[in-house]
Every structure is written in structure tokens, then in C-alpha cells.
């Protein structure tokens, strides 16, 4: 893609202190939350024709620690697809370059709400019972793929680098997995997988 027409396709809106810089096709961005990992974003999708959420990573090139999560978190989530976890719908950079990238944005399903409001609700035990089945299936499926929060996670037969690298490295190896996934996800859902589901299908109203 040419320099001129990757700009014509982005945009930028001020996000609280931060600048998303996105793709054209997710309009009406509004902050739902934020975090040590990033910033969220609640948005519609044009072209889908459906609410997303656009995670952009906080500095992820700001070390060597910074570079890693990020590097895991791209590769993990192009991994796992299962109904009861969050689907990754689309990665971008706005950068036109290698030398020129220091954004990521991740683009997932958009949930009724997040685990801390479900806690507060007045749920009855059916629905808390379907709610805990459904979170355990989802870690089910995490921990039989070797993912788990530690040690570091070990997937079976995909490409996961956990050597240490210079943040040079880091990011070169980020932007060839953004550069991969942008090109597979030009459709909205990552081409040669089913359409993910979201973990918080069942309907809490």
C-alpha cells in the first residue's frame, strides 16, 4: 500500500491524554478503560457493521519488559480461539515503516461488561453458576494449549519467541506479526478462523 493512500485510510481523535489514531472504518470512539497494558476504547465498525473494542498498547517500545508483553500478547491472542474467550477482529499500526512504528492497536469483540461489573451485579445462582462455567471453560482451553499466567506460556507448535532481545529486535519481530495480522484480518476476522465468540455471550438484563 502506498504512503498517501495508508494516510487516507486513518484518522486521529484525542482519547482523555492520549491520541488514537485508527482506521476510518471504526467510528464514535468513546474511553471504557484503561490500565497498565493500555488504553480502550469502545467503537463501531463500518464495516462489519457491529461495536468493537480498540485496545492501543502504552508505549510498548519503552523497554525491554514493555516490548515483551506486547510481542505475547499479539501472538497469543492470533493463537487462541475459543467461544469463551474475547476474539482478536483486527491489528493495525498506523506507522508507514518499520523505522517509522511505535503504535499498536488491537481490535476485539466488545463485551456487555467487564468482569469487575459482573461482580457488583445482583446475579442468582443459575446465572452465576453459568457465568463461573463459562469463565472456567475458556481457562480450560488456555491451560490445555500450555497458557497459563506463569511460568511464561508454552504453545505447541506456534512461534513464540521467549529469548531476550534489544528492543530493536522486540519491535521488529511485533511489527512483522502486526504486518501479518493486518493483512489476514482485511475482513474484520482473522481469515481461516471461524468467527470468535466472546466470553459473555449470556445475557445479564
Known amino acids: 500500500m502506498s504512503r498517501s493512500k495508508r494516510d487516507s485510510n486513518f484518522y486521529s481523535v484525542e482519547i482523555g491524554d492520549s491520541t488514537f489514531t ?49 510481542y505475547r500478547e499479539l501472538v497469543l491472542m492470533k493463537c487462541v480461539n475459543h467461544k469463551n474467550i474475547i476474539g482478536l477482529l483486527n491489528v493495525f499500526t498506523p506507522q508507514k515503516s518499520l523505522e517509522e512504528f511505535q503504535d499498536v492497536y488491537i481490535v476485539m469483540e466488545l463485551m456487555d461488561a467487564n468482569l469487575c461489573q459482573v461482580i457488583q451485579m445482583e446475579l442468582d445462582h443459575e446465572r452465576m453458576s453459568y457465568l463461573l462455567y463459562q469463565m ?70
Open 22 to 70: 485508527v482506521l476510518k472504518r471504526y467510528q464514535n470512539l468513546k474511553p471504557i478503560g484503561s490500565g497498565a497494558q493500555g488504553i480502550v476504547c469502545a467503537a463501531y465498525d463500518a464495516i462489519l457493521e457491529r461495536n468493537v473494542a480498540i485496545k492501543k498498547l502504552s508505549r510498548p517500545f519503552q523497554n525491554q519488559t514493555h516490548a515483551k508483553r506486547a
Open 136 to 205: 472456567l471453560c475458556g481457562i480450560k482451553h488456555l491451560h490445555s494449549a500450555g497458557i497459563i499466567h506463569r511460568p511464561p506460556p508454552k504453545i505447541p507448535d506456534k512461534q513464540l519467541d521467549e529469548r531476550e532481545h534489544t528492543i530493536e529486535e522486540w519491535k521488529e519481530l511485533i511489527y512483522k506479526e502486526v504486518m501479518d495480522l493486518e493483512e489476514r484480518t482485511k475482513n474484520g476476522v482473522i481469515r481461516g478462523q471461524p468467527s470468535p465468540l466472546g466470553w459473555l455471550q449470556y445475557k445479564l438484563g
